[in-house]
């Protein structure tokens, strides 16, 4: 009888690893959604800019875009999002504030798994880069 060994296991885990911020990004946004059976995913800057998504390309830069508005704000129907506003989580990282929006039913796990991954690889990208 075969036994598993733990070191595959870890192996394979790292394999989906990148040295590049935004695969790292996409990525962790791509298992997120996978796993949480969200429609999109968008991480923005502060300007509403998408820096990285995970879905429809269209969806995510609506995500982003809208990101920067207030809950309450007239363009978003313009926009076409009608009712409630997708949520958003603001996060401050090495003094750089990125957003979370998502599509689909996210709750405060979800979100706490991505604010930890996205500050996980963001940090270690401006301490790699200060090197």
Request: charged share 25%; aromatic share 2%.
């Amino acid at each position: 009888m075969r036994t598993m060994s733990h070191r595959s296991l870890e192996t394979e885990r790292r394999q989906g690893r990148s040295t590049d911020t935004l695969v790292s990004l996409c990525r962790l946004l791509d298992a997120a959604r996978q796993n949480s059976g969200l429609s999109a995913l968008a991480i923005a800057d502060t300007s509403g800019c998408l820096v990285a998504g995970s879905g429809a390309a269209r969806v995510c830069e609506e995500l982003a875009a809208i990101s920067t508005l207030p809950a309450n704000d007239p363009r978003l129907e313009e926009l076409g999002f009608r009712g409630q506003r997708p949520p958003v989580r603001q996060l401050l990282i090495d003094g750089f504030e990125v957003s979370i929006s998502a599509l689909g039913d996210a709750d405060d796990a979800d979100y706490a798994r991505l604010s930890d991954g996205c500050r996980r690889i963001l940090t270690e990208t401006s301490h790699a880069a200060a090197r």
